[in-house]
């Protein structure tokens, strides 16, 4: 691209080194009241009677409303489950039971004490693995009836199960030389955005503005008008700044509480999170996973036959993890050639807070136990770990876990590239290893529009859907539009953050901006520059088949004296006919597999534009402490073709950081009440810039064919990185130590505990 | 926050009338307004700011030893060359206290009167025979640091007295000192497990040797099975290790989030021993950076363990 | 019961009454007006609340408001010039790749600056140690770390 070679600043960066940029919890409002919400008492509990009155009474307090102040609805993506407010039971702490607007926090919180509820408790089910026993307390009994996507295969507290199925794993496994079986645990984590969730509601008549930190405005959108029962149109959804999100942002939060005690209040009504809340109830957090998984393997080093049984934590309520065990037995079953595969997953309700999307959901851990267990098994045949992945590693024409015929891949590069950047081999301390691991990671095809205008004076403007969370992938849209109409980038604004403005797009997740809203941008570019050519030619009297449109003006190809300027065009489009292009680029297909053996089929049977990432990390580990260092860290993706290379580094360096925090540090503990014990970051310790390490970052170019992937032959960028990090980290900490860590996160204690073993 | 009247002192006579009526005194408040927003206690219902009390403030080198006005900030402490020099343990922990905004905000006189169980620069304060003056309207009096403590965030002070300052008196000669915390992270850390050594050597002989663990029990207290077991050794590896293994065995840990008790009984010892071996090293008059810790866990650029 | 104190707050005084409990952060975002500074925690872990206070980096969720009366407060708000040129952190922190989300920006910044204050030429390990007390999500802190290098380098 044109404008690679030069660093590239990103629109809203003045505005946020200046401070002066605006966030949700910024904003205030005339009349505006302080929002508070009342949380269940128990983690499952039988509500026997809500009494409100004492809230009401309290002086400064404008409304308190519980679910008989809201309509009956029941919502949720895959599976209908939840309400706004708990109804008959609660089944987390952090569940809603009522909610407050006062003059002022201090008073909300005094209100929302003042709120009676008594209760009958019930038997708490927290270990996924208890969850699915015959007999064990159902955490939905209605299940049955909820509404839910027929794909969805569900069972008492199995929410969603999905199985892959290739070959005959029995008789592959019975031709095995060798067979290792493992166990790994996970545990649940968060998302940890610095900027805790902040709502903002104001009514004007019967529509609503509801400013909101979300990542996806207009699934909250939709989330709004299902839950409140108005129609789309009159619910505006608008994102200030967003202070990150790596999903836990994603999808339908707060938004509809706080509006509704707006409209109860009839004064605009603002929520902002604490750190504590931001913890019990995120709504939206990393699962938690039982791993059982077993390979077959012949004596020369290939893979003959994977089996997995994985249980994953759903939480109390069905966010949209219903999909994860597909895509959790598709990481289990690895980038791997393997012709027999059977992986049965399951999704699990708990009475903890609702799993859901966080960055690379399932990824992480399920590959963090995959690629330690594929240390396993090479150390079993003898054989250097790094050679074991290199034999059986997919490559083009490979099949996958449902025979999809890998195409325009460069996984096994990767893996070359990470082990050369880190000089695997070479000589270390005693305390010191390397440890390696392989990931993989689809890209998700998603409808997406976009506008772009031409404004009077030449310069332009992009209004889309696609909402900025922090990664930039946003802020880079204008490269892609400028390349088009031969631009400066800078010469764009952008309107996004507001559903009332741009078309549809599915919000700063699943690594979706760039693959989808780009596309869409470039249509719509497209479709000006086709505008910007017709006019051209009427003005220059000249064929349009002659003209070419290039730094900011169309001249007739050969004789560049006969030319006209964006500007002048602009000029001119304002007396006529306006400059105006829309874009909504079609989704790319899904790749053709044979899923015929698999159920729970929800979309990840197939990957698209797959990306493939290697991780090589030398860790120092005290033996005595069971404290890791992590020291250095090659990672090398092949992400199609990269399109900003700042940005996409930048999405590498911190995926690299919170998969170092994921494997050492960030997990939360449940005490037998099923409450966190560690809601806050002393005890849930995220890694500071003294423990982050060098990031050596490559790209294997490997662009897929047009029609196949995003703009260029691109693919998902904001994801992938996180995935492989733990599973390398855990690698090398068995190099060092001699033993296996089981138990993600892996804590001093827990690495000090298995060397005891 | 629930926090009803304030006055901000100029002397320390105006910080005790104030005192006398019931207020609580707040100087970085590094402890007393993280405390309260975090839940753990809300503010006292009246409050004296004692942060422009000069008289409290710097580090001064008197007769026989160091004085630390109570408003010495952790910050104050790792710049002042005489606490580097003479008492390293006391730096190795006012270093690592939290983030460099905690260490220019937060006092040695709040983080000994908040008497915290896992507080740092306790260990060394102990074992250097800190005393800390306590002055109330009614008079002035000096409480060793060993009996201050009573348990976690409780102290011998009446509720009218300020901790004004802690004189420290010097070692002798031939004495090295070091505090080794568990650090999970190479920064922002809370003791899950510290040790602090204080070694006197004679020639080869220790003739007196200091030991405290911190985070281990209700209270930060010496052990004196550790210290006889050093006490007129030749610092041998053997002598160090059986030091290390009675503060292990004289530690009461508990079993939380932070870790359980079993690890924390076996860091006691790791950590008491890395402790004692730094401490020797210094007495020897090597160098070993300060903070300890983080050069203790093998950190990027530190040196060996 | 409210206290009058006088903050200065980037060269400006500003007159408030302020009940004894209130924190300085709050303080700054609604009766100061200044919301560059934010709460990202409740036990001042994140420090995306750091202000210099007398030149000096403090967590002002913290620290009490009326502690600060007379003394002179720096927030983000008032590390660009007055003709708004961006300081030279500042500028690095876009050139670098040191802001994605930007909500630990503030802090950041302002911590870096007082680690370029008492230490005008700070080797990498020494920038990543002063840095710790501002946790960042996005960037992995190399685009950060980055651009307090080459402002260093500049000096």
Known sequence: ?757 | MSAQSYTAATSVDEALEAMATGARPIAGGTDLVVGARGGKAPLPDALVAIHRVSELRGIREQEGGLVLGALATHADIVASSSACELFTALADASAIVGSHATRTAGTIGGNVMNASPAMETGGPLICFDAVATLRSASGTRRVALTDLFTGPGRTVAEPGELLTELAIPTPKDGTGSCYARLEYRRQMEIAIVGATAVVTLDGGTVRDARIAITALAPTIHRVAEAEQALNGSDASDAAVHAAADAAAGASRPISDVRGSAQYRRAMAAVLTRRAISTAITRARGGRFPIPASPALHGAVNGGAA | MRYDATLKVNGRAYPVAIEPGRNLLSVLRSEVGLTGAKEGCDDSECGACMVLLDGQPVNSCSYLALQADGREIVTIEGLAGEDGDLHPLQQAFLDQGGVQCGFCTPGMLISAKALLDRNPSPDEDEIRLALSGNLCRCTGYSGIVRAVQAVAEQR
């Open chain 1, 1 to 757: 691209m044109a404008t690679a070679e030069k660093p590239f600043i990103r629109q809203d960066g003045k505005d946020k080194v200046t401070g002066l940029g605006r966030y949700t919890a910024d904003l205030d409002m005339t009349g505006m009241l302080q929002a508070k919400f009342r949380y269940s008492d128990h983690a499952h509990a039988r509500i026997t009677r809500i009494d409100t009155s004492k809230a009401r009474a309290l002086p400064g307090v404008f409304a308190v409303i519980t679910h008989e102040d809201v309509p009956d609805v029941r919502y949720g993506p895959f599976v209908q489950d939840r309400r706004l407010f708990a109804k008959h039971k609660v089944r987390y702490e952090g569940e809603l039971v009522a909610a407050v607007a006062a003059l002022t926090n201090e008073i909300a919180q005094r209100a929302v004490e003042l709120i009676e509820v008594d209760y009958e408790p019930l038997e708490i089910v927290s270990d996924v693995e208890a969850a699915l026993q015959p007999g064990a307390p159902l955490l939905h009994e209605e299940w049955a009836s909820y509404g839910a996507s027929e794909d969805v295969v569900r069972e008492g507290n199995d929410c969603s199960r999905s199985t892959i199925l290739k070959g005959d794993p029995d008789k592959g496994m019975a031709e095995a030389d060798i067979v290792v079986k493992e166990r790994y645990v996970a545990d649940m984590s968060h998302a940890v955005p610095i900027e805790p969730h902040a709502v903002v509601a104001q009514w004007q008549g019967d529509r609503v503005t509801i400013w909101s930190s979300t990542q996806v405005p207009f699934i909250a959108r939709s989330g709004v008008a299902t839950t409140l029962e108005l129609p789309e149109a009159h619910v505006r959804i608008v994102v200030p700044h967003l202070g990150g999100g790596f999903g836990g942002k994603c999808e339908f939060h707060y938004e509809a509480q706080v509006a509704a005690l707006a409209r109860v209040a009839q004064r605009p009504v603002r929520l902002v999170f604490s750190r504590r809340e931001e913890f019990l109830a995120p709504d939206h957090r990393r699962e938690g996973q039982v791993l059982e998984l077993e390979t077959g393997v012949r004596r020369d080093g290939s893979i003959v036959a994977r089996r997995g049984r994985l249980i994953l934590d759903n939480g109390a309520y069905s966010a949209d993890a219903p999909f994860f065990p597909q895509l959790a037995a598709m990481m289990a079953a690895g980038p791997y050639k393997i012709e027999n595969v059977f992986v049965d997953a399951s999704l699990a309700y708990t009475n903890t807070t609702p799993s859901g999307s966080v960055r690379a959901p399932t990824a992480p851990q399920a590959c963090w136990a995959l690629e330690q267990h594929m240390d396993s098994v090479a150390g079993q045949l003898g054989m250097d770990p790094v050679e074991f992945r290199r034999l059986n590693i997919v490559k083009n024409g490979d099949e996958g876990p449902t025979r999809q015929v890998f195409e325009d891949i460069g996984a096994a590069e990767t893996l070359e590239r990470a082990v050369e950047l880190i000089g695997y081999g070479k000589e270390l301390p005693d305390d010191e290893a390397i440890g390696v691991a392989v990931g993989w990671w689809p890209s998700f095809g998603i409808a997406s529009g976009a506008y772009v205008k031409i404004n009077g004076d030449g310069s332009a403007t992009i209004i889309t859907g696609a909402q900025e969370c922090g990664t930039g992938a946003v802020m880079a849209l204008p490269l892609l539009a400028a390349e088009i109409l031969g631009m400066e980038p800078e010469s764009f604004s952008l309107l996004y953050q507001d559903t009332d403005a741009g078309p549809f797009d599915s919000g700063a997740s699943g690594s979706q901006t760039t693959f989808n809203n780009g596309r869409a941008v470039m249509a719509a570019a497209n479709d000006v520059r086709e505008q910007l050519l017709d006019l051209a030619a009427e003005q220059l009297e000249a064929n349009r088949d002659d003209l070419e449109l290039k730094d900011g003006a169309v001249s007739v190809k050969g004789s560049p004296t006969k030319s006209v300027t964006i500007p002048e065009l602009a000029e001119a489009a304002h007396g006529s006919t306006l400059l105006l292009g829309r874009g909504a680029d079609a989704v790319p297909e899904m790749p053709a597999s044979d899923a015929a053996g698999c159920t729970g089929r929800l979309g990840m049977e197939s990957f698209l534009a797959p990306t493939f990432i290697t991780h090589a990390v030398r860790c120092k580990v005290d033996r005595e402490t069971g404290v890791v260092r992590v020291l250095e860290v090659a990672a090398v993706h092949e992400s199609g073709r990269v399109l900003n290379p700042i940005g996409a580094n930048g999405q590498v360096e911190g995926g690299v950081v919170m998969g170092i925090g994921m494997a050492t540090l960030e997990g939360s503990l449940l005490g037998e009440d099923a409450r966190q014990l560690n809601p806050h970051l002393l005890d849930y310790k995220l890694q500071t810039a003294s423990d982050s390490p060098p990031i050596h970052i490559g790209w294997v170019d490997s662009p897929t064919k047009p029609g196949a992937g995003g703009p260029k032959g691109s693919k998902g960028i904001g994801e992938p990185p996180c995935v492989p990090t733990p599973g390398a980290i855990a690698n090398a900490i068995a190099q060092v130590t001699g033993a296996r860590v089981h138990q993600l996160p892996m804590t001093p204690a827990r690495v000090w505990e298995a060397m005891q073993r």
